[in-house]
């Protein structure tokens, strides 16, 4: 399922493809998981995400939709396309039965007829032959059309076969607001804000009906320096919850996911660890995710606990990481080794009208690299740079001379500046936003208070946060990846939010 391509050299960072055979996508790791809302982007509708590269894997918050659809309705939703199916080949039993009825009347038919017609009779048989022909290619295309995604969530929201599912409980945008669970429940914050309480065979119950790729484990995540006895109390829960999953675990509600509490006292850390290695080692765990961060630790506190486990899990297997991360604390993690980023950065900047304006440092990072090659030899330099050319497509790289100051790397769209700006969001950009609209229209969208503004702005954030996560893998492979990461902290140290 995960196999590892390529290991930077002066990090732990690594490129990997991550297959999810349920829907026919691979996944070039590291890559951002896209945060959704009662399972939607927000501001955005599933057709829109297709024009978003590396946007293949979407977060659903269980306790978002627990009332809206529910169990229940997602249930019926479920019987009633099965037995949509069911009917579809049932009709096309019937009609290959009548045909072939038809067919030997026909031919009994022949043999009773004179000689003289049989060449008329030759050529209504190819009509029929060929009207058959184009009725099965007909009926083929439109049940692979309906049939890509049988049943589940998404159909349900109408997310196509581009778009893999992950489910979870825990917010990235909220992950600090829990209500405190029981021995067998888990207490869950809805999206109408109602405590509800979930044991750990609903969630897979749950999970059964959405059919997701990627199920994490059902868990309470605590404040890492929290106290001695909570911490435990959360990790002997969620060990239990674990060994349930993997009881309940079923084909429809896929690989499965064990978080990972990254506290801050060791010793608690390693025995939760120890009984963790000792359930992978048997094959019922495919990949980790990360808990108990983003949770006003610190930075290095962060780096610290997430180096800490990597060293003592399983190489072989996928990492992920849920929080509301910056770029700059994204590559924190990218480089001791995480694969997966659930991150909802692209949209709290649109929340705040902001601009994601990313373009310069892989420009100012290449041109370092082209100076420096262009001394050592210049034919060299050519076929590098065709050869990175043809693997790595950079579609926002300007075709101007290189800047050596950075520019913003946020732009503030309420600003009155703006007004008379028929620049679009970023010169050179490919989105949608980008190609048919300007910054004077979305300025006078923000001053109307109109929503397609927001749509505008996170199509382009998406855009560029997905363009990040490709320079990113290219530094990776380069072993340019320490070189990068300067190069974001520069731009992020000195950009004004205009």
Not at 247 to 258: D, E, P
Not at 350 to 379: A, D, F, G, H, I
Not at 418 to 432: A, H, I, L, R
Not at 450 to 456: P, Q, W
Request: charged share 30%; proline share 3%.
């Amino acid at each position: 399922m995960f196999s590892i391509t390529h290991e930077e050299e002066n990090t732990k960072a690594r490129l990997g493809k991550l297959a999810l055979p349920k829907s026919s996508i691979t996944l070039k790791t590291p890559c951002f998981i896209g945060s959704t809302k009662r399972g939607f982007v927000r501001h955005l509708t599933p057709d829109n995400l297709i024009n978003i590269p590396d946007l293949e894997l979407l977060s659903i918050n269980l306790p978002q939709i627990i009332y809206k659809p529910g169990l229940t309705i997602l249930k019926r939703f479920n019987k009633h396309c099965q037995e949509s199916s069911e009917t579809k080949k049932s009709v096309e039993e019937t009609k290959k039965e009548e045909k072939e009825n038809s067919n030997k009347i026909f031919q009994e038919e022949k043999q009773e007829k004179e000689k003289e017609k049989e060449k008329e009779k030759k050529i209504e048989i190819e009509k029929e032959k060929e009207i058959e022909i184009e009725n099965k290619i007909v009926t083929e295309k439109d049940n692979n059309k309906q049939n890509q995604i049988k049943d589940g969530l998404k159909r349900y929201y109408g997310i196509g076969s581009k778009h893999a599912l992950l489910l979870k409980i825990r917010n990235s945008e909220f992950a600090d607001f829990y209500y405190p669970s029981t021995d067998e429940k888990i207490a869950c914050c809805a999206s109408e804000g109602t405590k509800v309480f979930i044991t750990p065979s609903q969630y897979m119950e749950f999970a059964s009906e959405i059919n997701p790729d990627i199920t994490v484990s059902p868990a309470i995540e605590v404040v890492g320096n929290n106290k001695r006895d909570k911490i435990e109390k959360a990790i002997k829960r969620s060990m239990k919850w674990l060994n349930i999953a993997i009881s309940k675990k079923t084909s429809r509600t896929g690989s499965l996911f064990a978080v990972i509490h990254a506290v801050e006292d060791p010793k608690i850390r390693n025995k939760y660890l120890d009984r963790l290695l000792t359930i992978v080692k048997n094959g019922k765990v495919d990949g980790f995710m990360f808990g108990c961060l983003f949770l006003n630790e610190s930075r290095i506190e962060r780096k610290k606990r997430i180096g800490q486990i990597i060293e003592s899990i399983p190489n072989e297997l996928p990492r992920g990481i849920v929080g509301d991360a910056t770029l700059s604390q994204i590559l924190d993690c990218v480089e001791n080794g995480i694969d997966l980023i659930n991150s909802s950065f692209p949209l709290r900047l649109t929340e705040l009208n902001l601009v994601l304006n990313y373009q310069n440092p892989l420009q100012n990072l290449r041109s370092e690299n082209k100076n420096k090659n262009e001394n050592e030899n210049k034919n060299e330099n050519e076929n590098e740079n065709e050869n990175e050319n043809e693997n790595i497509e950079i579609e926002n790289e300007n075709k101007n001379e290189f800047k050596k100051q950075f520019e913003p790397l946020l732009f503030n769209l309420r600003n009155g500046k703006y007004e008379d700006d028929n620049k679009p969001f970023v010169v050179g950009c490919q989105c949608f936003a980008c190609k048919n609209h300007t910054r004077q229209y979305v300025y006078h969208l923000i001053s109307v208070r109109e929503m397609t503004a927001m749509i505008l702005m996170n199509l382009h954030n998406l855009y560029q946060y997905s363009l990040f996560f490709k320079d990113m893998r290219w530094a990776i492979k380069n072993d340019k990846f320490i070189q990068f990461k300067e190069a974001i902290q520069l731009l992020e140290k000195s950009n004004t939010k205009k």
